[in-house]
């Protein structure tokens, strides 16, 4: 089988603009560096598109103006870390059309960066999460057609792993048979974000359903051991990132679970989207550290190793204070410190 690369996941680059033949040459550019494509080429397509709509036909007509009229366009219906998103690649292929000569300065570089606003993540309850995968485990019950029965069984499977083992959705949808050892328990990782490799340990839960799938499906569709582990079957079309998305949204929906972005003094609550099952691993696990008595300051670089961060600055992203953790770090402080007398004669404070 074909190694999948970096580019192999990339939108259809159909760009339009003056600039098509140079994005593509920027993201073969980037992915022989060995950069990450796919957000980059997402970005040039929206960049593409604004240069179509703005009839932006040569070099000259970029300037720092251009870039206030895209700001403008885009004011509102999107959030300043995308900005910041679209002005860093903007940015960087300016950079590579002055080392090209197309440009002789970079007009990005004079536009301000905006200033983030605050972002309050949905972090899944344990009780949510036990909803969600005992919607599954009804379905399947429920199922008389055998193809039904081993879809749901496919769905659970996949979703389970990500929030179990704190994966990537790209990670899960490229995860193949060989990258999978059932003696060893093991997941190995190949070439994730960050050009990362990593083999993680898994826990018997996940390895029986791994199994069980990976059986099911021989017996019903006669599909080998090799491959996608996860397949929509009978097509044998491997699972992509938009449909685990939708069907994602879909069951939270019914579950009466999902609820739009909202704004509420300033800050942005976000919706229970498809990542957040890799935020509620990491946050569960932190909260059973803290539940356990282990010391979560040499737990955290483990964290960060196994969810294939390059350092824990990452990792602190995914780290979102809930009710339940700044309860449990509460009673660690207090049972560290409440021993202490800190006003030796408490008269004086009347």
Known sequence: MRKVTEMDNVPELDYESFL?????????????????????????????????????????????????????????????????????????????????????????????????????????????????????????????????????????????????????????????????SAEQATLYIERSKFLKDRLIPISQTVCSN?????????????VAREGFVFLFLPESRPYNRLWASQYFRRVLQRLGLYHREEYHRGVCTGTPHLHELRRAFAVHRLLKWYRDKADVNAKLPLLATYMGHSYF?????????????????????????DHLDWVIDDSKLG
């Open 210 to 222: 791994l199994d069980r799938l990976l059986n099911e499906r021989e017996q019903l569709f006669g």
């Open 20 to 180: 098509a033949e140079a994005m593509r040459d920027y993201l073969d550019y980037l992915d022989h560096l060995g950069f990450s494509t796919v957000m980059q080429a997402y970005n040039l397509k929206c960049i593409d598109r604004f240069l179509v709509e703005h009839q932006v036909r040569h070099c000259e007509q970029l300037n720092t103006r251009l870039m206030f009229r895209f700001v403008d366009k885009h004011k509102g219906r999107v959030k300043a870390h995308t900005i910041r998103l679209l002005r860093h690649t903007f940015h960087g292929l300016c950079r590579y059309l002055i080392r090209r000569g197309w440009m002789t300065g970079n007009p990005i570089a004079g536009f301000p960066i905006p200033k983030g606003q605050p972002y309050r993540p949905h972090v899944f309850s344990a009780r949510e999460l036990s909803l969600f995968f005992g919607f599954f485990k009804t379905q399947r019950e429920q199922a008389t057609d055998p193809v039904v029965r081993f879809r749901t069984l496919s769905w659970y499977t996949f979703y389970h792993l990500l929030y179990a083992c704190g994966l990537r959705v790209s990670e899960a949808v490229a995860l193949t048979t060989s990258m999978y």
């Open 313 to 337: 600055g990452h990792t602190k992203t995914y780290l979102t204070l809930t009710q339940q953790l700044l309860s449990e770090a509460g009673h660690r402080f207090a049972h560290s410190f």
